[in-house]
Antibody, heavy 123, light 106 residues
Framework: QLQLQESGPGLVKPSETLSLTCTVSGGSINSINFFWGWIRQPPGKGLEWIGSLYFSGSTYYNPSLKSRATIFVDTSKNQFSLKLSSVTAADTAVYYC???????????????WGRGTLVTVSS | EIVMTQSPATLSVSPGERATLSCRASQSVSSNLAWYQQKPGQAPRLLIYDVSNRAAGIPARFSGSGSGTEFTLTISSLQSEDFAVYYCHQYNNWPLFGPGTKVDIK
């Protein structure tokens, strides 16, 4: 059964770059049927989509984060990663990676999620 | 820009009762609407996709309906494990989640 697992530092200093990796196991990231996405959730708040990626390398971002977020894939390791630059305390959140259905160029729902990892931005 | 709203913010229900949760989009999202359940300390879990299709393993007491801008998630008879936060999610364009409805014990 396919599983996703986030990894990366739990503490990042303000103005630095947050870096997280999602490892996909039990299945291939090289699927024409799916995007692979990052979603975050500040403590006690709701869900915010950060961006999604297709295994070919095509990427799509939330306009509110586009200038700071970069998502890229390493198909040889079955991983995809997120970098978020110039972080502030407002970027403190649980970060989830998730599999997202694809219908041509059209996004679908997130059907499988990682367990999430808390990233705190603090000096 | 689409805005998603959910009501009520909190719904207090007794076990065995029916719960009806609403999700509204500021413009039509067609049938591109999903519902997720999230329990404390856990990732969201997909319940319903494309308005009314239950995801794999989801009990029949969960049902979804609606179209365009108005959507409903109904839990026919609340079980103890159903007390959680529920989010709607439109994917008609870039993904956007509603603010959530917390279902707690009355």
């Amino acid at each position: 059964q396919l599983q996703l697992q986030e990894s990366g530092p739990g503490l990042v200093k303000p103005s630095e770059t947050l870096s997280l990796t999602c490892t996909v196991s039990g299945g291939s990231i090289n699927s024409i049927n799916f995007f692979w996405g990052w979603i975050r959730q500040p403590p006690g708040k709701g869900l915010e989509w950060i961006g999604s990626l297709y295994f070919s390398g095509s990427t799509y971002y939330n306009p509110s984060l586009k200038s700071r977020a970069t998502i890229f894939v390493d198909t040889s390791k079955n991983q995809f990663s997120l970098k978020l630059s110039s972080v502030t305390a407002a970027d403190t959140a649980v970060y989830y990676c998730a599999r997202q259905g694809r219908d041509g160029y059209h996004f679908k729902y997130f059907d499988l999620w990682g367990r999430g990892t808390l990233v705190t931005v603090s000096s | 820009e689409i805005v998603m709203t959910q009501s009520p913010a909190t719904l207090s229900v007794s076990p065995g009762e029916r719960a009806t949760l609403s999700c509204r989009a500021s413009q039509s999202v067609s049938s591109n609407l999903a519902w997720y359940q999230q329990k404390p300390g856990q990732a969201p879990r997909l319940l319903i996709y494309d308005v009314s299709n239950r995801a794999a393993g989801i009990p029949a007491r969960f049902s979804g309906s609606g179209s365009g801008t108005e959507f409903t998630l109904t839990i026919s008879s609340l079980q103890s494990e159903d007390f959680a936060v529920y989010y709607c999610h439109q994917y008609n364009n870039w993904p956007l989640f509603g603010p959530g409805t917390k279902v707690d014990i009355k």
